[in-house]
Structure formats: structure tokens, C-alpha cells
């Protein structure tokens, strides 16, 4: 059984932001994040209905990916609250990108959204990268 992945209270600590898809991007469900995001949680309802889901949207999370030294909750504070900083980055080991998005407000804030998308994969991709490298 894989270590835990995603947590739950945090899950539901984004969703307190789920109008704006938070901890859908968290479990990830970017398609879905960004609907919410566009929409307010569907008005709001789906926002409600994501009360009672969370912990299927937490276990889907856990099966999807795998643990490592590299902590998705870390990843997703820093991105969440500082992603504009690149601290996210840093976090990974990516100074060079860490370093572009602490001068340029997180590339203008494309990269953010970019990672929004993406920062469940590539902290996946970095957890496994020691087993296929090394």
C-alpha cells in the first residue's frame, strides 16, 4: 500500500476556496478545477456537493500517485499561497525556473496556472525519478 499522497484536511482546507477549484487542482482534477474556477463551484452547488465527495476525491488522489521525499501538501501550500514567489519550485529542486518566477510574478502568472495543471505529475515525476535514475 502507497504511503499517503494527499491529505485530507487539506482537501478540505482548499475547498473553503473551492468556488475557485482549489482542491480540485489538489486531487488532481485540473479539467474539473478549472471548470469550478470558471463557473464558482457550478453556483455553488457543486462546491456543496464536493463537502460530502472529498474523501473519494482524496482516495482517488492516493491511488493515482505515489509517495517519495517530495510531500504534495508542501508543494501545494507553497503553490497555493506563493506560487507568484516560486517556492513551489525552489521545493523541487527547479532553482532556475524558481528563480524566473521569484523575478517575473510567476511568469506573469502563466506558469502558475501551468502548474495549477500540473504540480501533482511533476512532484510524481521528481518521487520517481531516483527509481528510474539511479
Known sequence: MNAETHRLSLGYLLWIFGFLGAHRFYYGRPVTGTIWFLTLGLLGIGWLIDLFLMP???????????????????????????????????????????????????????????????????????????????
Open 56 to 134: 473519494h476525491l482524496e482516495r482517488s488522489a492516493e491511488r493515482r500517485f505515489d509517495a517519495g521525499p517530495l510531500s504534495y501538501s508542501v508543494s501545494w501550500i507553497l503553490l497555493t499561497f506563493l506560487g507568484v514567489f516560486g517556492l513551489h519550485r525552489f521545493y523541487q529542486g527547479k532553482w532556475l525556473t524558481g528563480l524566473l518566477y521569484l523575478v517575473s510574478g510567476g511568469l506573469f502568472m502563466l506558469g502558475v496556472l501551468y502548474d495549477f495543471w500540473t504540480l501533482n505529475q511533476q512532484i510524481h515525476d521528481r518521487n520517481n525519478w531516483r527509481f528510474t535514475n539511479g
